[in-house]
């Protein structure tokens, strides 16, 4: 069984900065895409950045330039750098990723359980 869980979330000022970090456990063949969302109440998750497995990286237009998502694949890691925070940032924040798992090399899509980001005075 594959598990996402992720770390780092919490309260901080605007202007502050957060780093999230996402690990990936379990029975991993191969890691393809990994990303970050993002949720507030009563809205749709949405997308806020997606790394394909080196290939390219795609950023919300409302975070580029102040988040950076990196990767580290020995430890099957994400993380995402968050700077110039802003009250609007406000959301719970899940990391999902495409994993394979056995030898079909049938890649399966899992998320975190999600941490809390409050961006407030």
């Known amino acids: 069984q594959v598990q996402l869980v992720e770390s780092g979330g919490g309260l901080v000022q605007p202007g502050g900065s957060l780093r999230l970090s996402c690990v990936a456990s379990?029975?991993?063949?191969?890691?393809?895409?990994m990303g970050w969302y993002r949720q507030t109440p009563g809205k749709l998750r949405d997308l806020v950045v997606l790394d394909t497995a080196g290939t390219s990286i795609t950023y919300a237009d409302s975070v580029k330039g102040r988040f950076t998502i990196s990767r580290d694949n020995a430890k099957n890691t994400i993380y995402l750098q968050m700077n110039s925070l802003k009250p609007e940032d406000t959301a719970v924040y899940y990391c999902?990723?495409?994993?394979?798992?056995?030898?079909?090399?049938?890649?399966?899509?899992?998320w975190g359980q999600g941490t809390q980001v409050t961006v407030s005075s």
């Open positions: 999902n990723a495409d994993i394979i798992t056995g030898d079909d090399g049938i890649a399966y899509n899992y």
């Open positions: 379990g029975s991993i063949s191969r890691i393809n895409a």
